[in-house]
């Protein structure tokens, strides 16, 4: 989304859940996450090149690119497509999806749409083999992790309800939608940086929906998209 749609009483910008996975991927270094938080003129005064820098341009577009051919493919599929307006489909790394519905530009809205949109995926109806979904894409989620202001919007969220997407030995027997939180990556495989990250946007979710709660019973499952589950 364009801008930062974060509405905050405090100055100092939320963290993001790509950054939490960043210190992760740096080894939980203190000082790079000092500088995501309370940065000062040391962040304007040094060359942090290993962290701060595009370590490399072109896997940078090779990585949006992979995620805008899995947001068409799960586009393709859905019943219904909520998405912020989007710039230029014919480049590469703009998923060239039909939108159906814009992302609000106030926090509140947004909530508002993320609920109607759980409801609404309780009423269709389908089966396990074509289970039919809402996608929810570049989703705006905001919250706290900790004592901290976290905002991020996530790849995807798919809202199918449960009958369709539950197995018979599945615990959770009274959600009516299951909320699969999708993070796409262009690695091979899943690193544990991945795994915060999605986890950060599930609690989130969490957040959002215990602030704006639906009618239905959401369940909240998280996966990592990479290049050999695609």
Known sequence: MTGHPYESEGDD??????????????????????????????????????????????????????????IETLAAGATQVIAPELADQSKSAVPDIDVDETWADSARDRRAQL???VDRAATLTGTAEHPPYILLYQAPLSGTLGEEAVYGDVDC????????????DSDDTDADVVARVIDCKSAEEEQP????????????????????????????DASVLTQSRA
């Open 13 to 70: 910008p939320p963290l993001e859940p790509s950054g939490i996975a960043q210190f992760v991927e740096h080894d939980r270094c203190p000082r790079y996450l000092k500088q995501r938080i309370h940065a000062d003129e040391e962040a304007n005064t040094r060359d942090w090149q290993e962290a701060f820098g595009l370590m490399n341009i072109a896997l940078l577009a090779k990585g949006r690119e992979f995620e805008a051919t899995q």
């Open 115 to 117: 609920t109607g949109a």
């Open 157 to 168: 969220i798919a809202l199918a309800p449960a009958d369709a997407v539950t197995t018979p």
């Open 193 to 220: 940086a991945h795994r915060v990250q999605v986890a950060a946007y599930c609690a989130l979710l969490e957040q959002t929906l215990g602030e704006e709660p639906c009618d239905a019973n959401c369940r909240i």
